[in-house]
């Protein structure tokens, strides 16, 4: 709702600095998050699961079934809210409104941000905001089963160790051996390193150092220029993780009901400076886990 007695040239101005914003920062959530539209506030993601591979033929019909999988989204609000005065609009300052509105639409991608790398974060606990899997276990567990599939022994992709070249190949050859739900390895390319700040420095090692830097005899490192990494502060200080970038899909998902956008601008005349105009953004987003296979914990 726009109020008739905010100016046209402001409302035109803040719509198109906040939306000149969205689309020109880069985060790197967009490396492990997938946005799906919701048409909907709550909404129900299914996933018909791997697909059965090929069995030897023998004359005869031999169905093999799908595993459902499902996963609830929730819309939620989020809004952020800038102001300028009168004063400062007869004074021809409204470039530091449209200095705070693209700021506005750059602090919607952090949050985003934010929000994906916390998910990963508090992936190992079962009481994470950001829910359970879609097989009812943390994000990051050693008990993970979808019922009904060919395998019936626990799969674990959380393990407690600190990071270091050795215990990063523990964790990928761990990684490399998960199998779907038809029994069948499902051999992702995981080739993204997430780390807290202070594990910067291991992993800089890990992924770019052609030598294995914790041996004197230039030991070859096959981890580097095939493994990149990314620092989040959003990270504890000792967590890492291990994911699949290249995969489909993505282990977080994003649930986008309403994209980011001017919802209300109004005049309030007895604010200060000679009153003062109002523009509140408001978006609507569910952030949760997706696939477990497609990352895996290393946390001391």
Not at 157 to 185: H, W
Request: contains cysteine; negative net charge.
């Amino acid at each position: 709702m726009i109020s008739n007695n905010v100016p046209n040239h402001l409302i035109v101005g803040v719509r198109t600095g906040f939306l000149a914003a969205l689309p020109n920062i880069k985060m790197n959530y967009q490396r492990i998050a997938a946005t799906v539209p919701m048409k909907t506030a709550e909404m129900t993601l299914t996933d018909i699961g791997a697909a059965p591979m090929p069995v030897e033929s023998k004359g005869r019909l031999q169905a093999q079934d799908f595993i459902e999988k499902s996963k609830g989204l929730h819309a939620r609000g989020w809004e952020s809210t800038v102001h300028i005065s009168q004063d400062a609009v007869d004074d021809d300052q409204t470039g530091d409104l449209y200095r705070k509105v693209q700021s506005a639409g750059d602090n919607f991608q952090r949050w985003l941000n934010n929000r994906c790398f916390k998910a990963l974060n508090d992936g190992d606990s079962t009481s994470s905001v950001f829910g359970l899997c879609y097989d009812g276990a943390a994000m990051f567990s050693a008990s993970h089963i979808d019922d009904g599939a060919q395998y019936q022994t626990a799969q674990d992709n959380v393990s407690a160790l600190a990071l270091s070249i050795d215990n990063f190949e523990t964790v990928k050859v761990a990684s490399k051996k998960f199998v779907d739900d038809q029994g069948e390895e499902v051999d992702y390319d995981y080739n993204l390193l997430i780390v807290s700040p202070e594990l910067e420095r291991i992993a800089a090692q890990i992924c770019k150092n052609a030598d294995a830097y914790d041996t004197g005899n230039r030991e070859m490192n096959p981890y580097a220029g095939v493994t990149q990494y990314i620092v989040s502060p959003k990270f504890d200080s000792t967590a890492w993780i291990l994911a699949a970038e290249n995969a489909s899909a993505k282990p977080i998902i994003i649930g986008e009901r309403k994209a980011p956008q001017l919802q209300h601008a109004w005049f309030d005349p007895n604010g200060p400076d000679g009153g003062m105009y109002y523009f509140k953004f408001y978006a609507r987003y569910d952030v949760v886990y997706r696939g477990w296979r497609l990352a895996h914990m290393g946390n001391t």
